[in-house]
């Protein structure tokens, strides 16, 4: 008899313990799709960044066609030297500075930085704010100085 109180005790703890460590697997493959569809989402918006090669940028710099050459990196940089023709606002004060920067709103807006991290971070915002044809500039400046192409200071 008392060997039977013992057991079923313990049966209803296994019970409990079953169904604890179910509902804890379900919930960690419920979670790891999320951070999956969360994965999927950024590359898939990394993808649909347009971008434009240095050769085109120069070409379309030439022909006089309206852009906005936006480089996103900190005004000590800028200073430094930069793509001639271009546009300082660092990454950080986009938003501040919106009122320069709705007159491009409907137009071309090629957007760079050192080396790729800050100028994403700026087209999201930009495309976030309605701007519609905000443009990466391939390889940044790393890539434009390794190419020996023409620097502004």
Known sequence: MRYKMLLKPTRTLYTVLLASLLSLLIGQKSMANEQLQTAEKAQTEQQSITSISQQQLLERQQSGQPILLLDVRSEQEYILGHVPGA?????????????????????????????????????????????????????????WQQNNRPIEK
């Open 87 to 143: 546009f300082n606002i660092p990454h950080s004060e986009i938003a501040d500075n919106l009122a320069v920067l709705e007159p491009y709103q409907d137009k071309e807006v090629i957007v760079y930085c050192r080396s790729g991290r800050r100028a994403a971070l700026a087209i999201e915002q930009l495309q976030q704010l309605g701007f519609s044809n905000v443009i990466h500039l391939e390889g940044d400046m790393n890539l």
